[in-house]
């Protein structure tokens, strides 16, 4: 018998107005396997509902060096306070890879011992919202943005899982999907990659086509329905 997908929520650092609400209304909503929790991303965490933190804290992860809560050291003593050591993973600021690579990193070793299928994510707090922000990081870097995208990239195409990101984009691994679009969106590739595109939207490649990595090809659609995917290599969509 196939085992069930399971979920897990990943928290980043950045934060906006409305983060908090959705936070609280997708962990009513589905069930989750386990939280990351990526250095500042704990601050999500700390306003969750209380039920859901004493819920979750037990399949809790943090990982990070600390760097976007130096400034806030009540942050870090309610760090210590909510996790155990085991849940708990520092690293030096110094060294060869971001703290979301780190994350997904344990991510993958901790399911991967489960025996699971690939798990579809959840991640808030890893794109720059525009927004107020509350979180020691008030806005993202460019570098940071393109890096965090290109790990999640990696993830989904090593382990055939689908990332969704702050509502905003979908990161899909090859293959077949559909969804219910409405409104703009787009998708990119990182490699060349054959895609056909169906349904209710406005433009369509029911014959299929070559699409070139980081193409403006199927740039700005329009979405009015029901949306048919088939694409060869993993690939971004995205929301507007």
Partial sequence: MARKKQNILC??????????RELNNLLRQKSFAAI??????????????????????PKTFWVGDGDSLRECHSLVKALFKHFPDKQKFFH????????????????QKNWMQSNGSPPDIYAYG????????????????????LCNVG?????????????????????????????KIEGLFSLIFFQKSRVK???????????????????SHMLSNIGRGKVSLDIQK???????
């Fill in 126 to 145: 890893f794109l720059n919202s525009g927004a107020a922000t509350t979180t020691p990081i008030k806005e993202q870097r460019l570098d940071h943005l």
């Fill in 11 to 20: 928290l980043g650092p950045i934060d906006s107005i409305s983060i908090t």
């Fill in 36 to 57: 990351y929790l990526v250095d500042g991303g704990f601050l999500h965490f700390k306003k969750l509902n209380a039920k859901l933190q004493k819920k979750y804290l």
């Fill in 197 to 215: 595109l169906m349904g209710q939207c406005d433009y369509t490649l029911p014959e299929g086509a070559i699409i070139q990595p980081f193409s």
């Fill in 92 to 107: 030096s600021p110094i060294k060869d890879a971001s703290d979301t690579k780190l994350m997904l990193k344990l991510l």
């Fill in 234 to 240: 993993t690939a971004l969509l995205t929301f507007s």
């Fill in 151 to 179: 790990e999640f990239h990696r993830f989904s195409k090593r382990n055939k899982s689908t990332l969704f990101l702050d509502r905003k984009a979908i990161i899909l691994p090859a293959g077949k999907h559909q969804f």
